[in-house]
């Protein structure tokens, strides 16, 4: 993948940001996709991803900042997130405790042994969240924000007023203001899985848009194996790749199973990839065991390990052997 910096390809660089991510992510963009990036980057906009689950969202966001050798902080957005998390947290809680803790002592003419916060210094009690630290960062960050969805309606806009200029948000218990530098404004890759339907019409406008498709093709899902199991022998020694008649036919009688119109949750590619390895059982001189027979991966034949593919009950029901797509 090439990405780019004001019009300008970058790769990573030979010491990059300690906050980095360490291991390389596998990853085959489309050119699309590329396009979308270097577009978020160049407009300072966030990047919203759609797609199926297990598709590669959020892989990406990994992916673009080893690729750029950039800072990485990731947001798990939960039913209760807030906004104000993603900036900062502030213990007054603790505080409070330090400072009873530091009066008591005193009192008593004892020295006061506390932890390393002072209650004199409120900063002491500051945790900055994603957002926060990409904003404080002297290079420019890639934050994922994973399944906004997830929060309530108003958690979208209330990001509105951060993640656009000034690029700045307050500390209300220090009175001290984070403003990212003008070349250093993060980079904003945002999920969604749409569990709560549509996001609101405001921050859409405002985020360039991607629905990341399945690979719905033998040739396509070729390249991603190469690409995963030229990783697993980077990380792991005498790790074989799976021989090409067996990469196809799986492919093919995966896409064949994603067809069936009647399935209530549809197989991604991380399921792909996870059935393959147990078809393939991962050959190496560790683990001689023989692959799955490519002729009984068929028609009629029982779906072998098929607690992979599929993770609903009504799925794991009917689906017990290969047949022709529901119509």
Request: overall charge negative; some cysteine.
């Given at each position: 993948m090439t990405y780019k910096f004001e019009n300008k390809p970058k790769k990573?660089?030979?010491?990059?940001?300690?906050?980095?991510?360490?291991?390389?992510?596998?990853?085959?963009?489309?050119?699309?996709?590329?396009?979308?990036?270097?577009?978020?980057?160049?407009?300072?906009?966030?990047?919203?991803?759609?797609?199926?689950?297990?598709?590669?969202?959020?892989?990406?966001?990994?992916?673009?900042?080893?690729?750029?050798?950039?800072?990485?902080?990731?947001?798990?957005?939960?039913?209760?997130?807030?906004?104000?998390?993603?900036?900062?947290?502030?213990?007054?809680?603790?505080?409070?405790?330090?400072v009873q803790t530091q009066k008591?002592?005193?009192?008593?003419?004892?020295?006061?042994?506390?932890?390393?916060?002072?209650?004199?210094?409120?900063?002491?009690?500051?945790?900055?969240?994603?957002?926060?630290?990409?904003?404080?960062?002297?290079?420019?960050?890639?934050?994922?924000?994973?399944?906004?969805d997830k929060a309530d309606i108003d958690f979208p806009n209330d990001l509105l007023t951060v993640l656009d200029e000034p690029w700045e948000f307050k500390i209300r218990e220090t009175g001290e203001t984070i403003t990212a530098k003008s070349d250093c404004q993060p980079i904003v890759i945002i999920t969604s899985n749409k569990e709560k339907g549509n996001l609101p019409a405001p921050f859409l406008r405002r985020c360039i848009y991607y629905y990341v498709k399945f690979p719905n093709n033998p040739d396509a899902l070729q390249k991603i194996v190469d690409i995963h199991y030229q990783h697993k022998q980077d990380v792991k020694e005498n790790i074989n790749p799976p021989h090409s008649e067996l990469v196809k036919k799986t492919a093919e009688l995966f896409i064949k199973i994603r067809d069936d119109k009647g399935l209530f949750k549809i197989p991604g590619t991380s399921e792909?990839?996870?059935?393959?390895?147990?078809?393939?059982?991962?050959?190496?001189?560790?683990?001689?065991?023989?692959?799955?027979?490519?002729?009984?991966?068929?028609?009629?034949?029982?779906?072998?390990?098929?607690?992979?593919?599929?993770?609903?009950?009504?799925?794991?029901?009917?689906?017990?052997?290969?047949?022709?797509?529901?119509?």
């Open positions: 990573r660089p030979s010491i990059p940001h300690p906050d980095s991510p360490k291991k390389i992510e596998p990853y085959i963009a489309p050119d699309e996709l590329i396009d979308a990036v270097n577009l978020a980057i160049f407009l300072r906009r966030p990047l919203l991803l759609e797609g199926e689950a297990g598709c590669g969202k959020t892989r990406l966001a990994l992916a673009v900042a080893y690729e750029l050798g950039l800072p990485f902080y990731r947001w798990d957005i939960r039913s209760t997130t807030k906004a104000q998390e993603g900036l900062y947290e502030y213990d007054a809680i603790l505080r409070l405790h330090d008591a002592k005193l009192e008593n003419n004892n020295q006061y042994k506390g932890n390393t916060k002072n209650p004199d210094i409120p900063e002491d009690y500051l945790t900055f969240g994603a957002i926060g630290k990409a904003f404080r960062s002297d290079e420019r960050a890639v934050v994922l924000i994973d399944e906004i792909f990839l996870d059935w393959l390895d147990a078809l393939y059982c991962c050959q190496s001189k560790q683990n001689p065991q023989p692959p799955y027979p490519v002729n009984k991966l068929k028609a009629g034949e029982l779906i072998p390990s098929r607690e992979l593919i599929f993770k609903i009950r009504q799925d794991w029901q009917k689906n017990t052997s290969f047949s022709q797509p529901s119509p």
